[in-house]
């Protein structure tokens, strides 16, 4: 078979981008999504507006030498490339084809996915009912049945006390309340969200992972944020 631009001759390098609301990181990963390089990150531009994280993006990629491909991950809704929800990031966003903007940036073909999701396929196993909740400057989402994925914006429905479950564990919460706080409110999430999805395992992810200190049911595990950069390469498995 020749080669193409989606489908490149000998050993494929695909950088792996992962946008969040206070940082974006990048690597490179070769056929397996194994890590080729070491990761990078700079501080996501204020405003995050298309032009100033594309330009960022851009940067960190020259830093990572040469790649044929790309998978990026968004905070936010995306459908076939294109952003339909950003609420972590500049209005402006709404309506952009991030796929198609990178493409022409990089000039290599470049796949976008919602950043949850990537996470997921990260960690999952692929077996039963799996959850992903990342705790970032947000939450996001992702449930996958038997290695099937089915995305979930769970983060601006309503939690309890008449709160949404992103208001109660994402970043400003745990300003506000503080870890010990934020830990309890954790666990009441987690045993309504197993009532809800009565899942096999709960997957925790996203920078704030770091700050659980409370003891998790069994079936509860926390994952490694570099998984939001090592799940890039299931979006080229597809």
Known sequence: ????????AGP???LAVDIGGTGIK???LDEAGKPLTERTRVDTPQPATPAALIG??????REQGEFDRASVGFPGVVRKGVVR???NLDAKWIGVDLAKALTKAFARPTRVCNDADIQGYGVIKGKGVELVITLGTG???A???????????LAHHQAWKGRTYEEELGLKALKKVGKKKWNKRLLRAIQALERLFIYDTLYLGGGNANHITVDLPRNVRIV????GLLGGIALWRT
């Open 1 to 8: 078979m020749s080669s193409s631009p989606e489908h490149p």
């Open 12 to 14: 494929v390098r695909t």
């Open 26 to 28: 990048t690597l490179v």
């Open 56 to 61: 960022a993006i851009v940067g960190l990629a």
């Open 85 to 87: 929800t950003a609420p």
């Open 139 to 141: 939450l996001g989402s």
């Open 143 to 153: 449930l996958f049945v038997e290695g099937s994925l089915i995305h979930l914006e």
């Open 224 to 227: 490694p944020n570099v998984a």
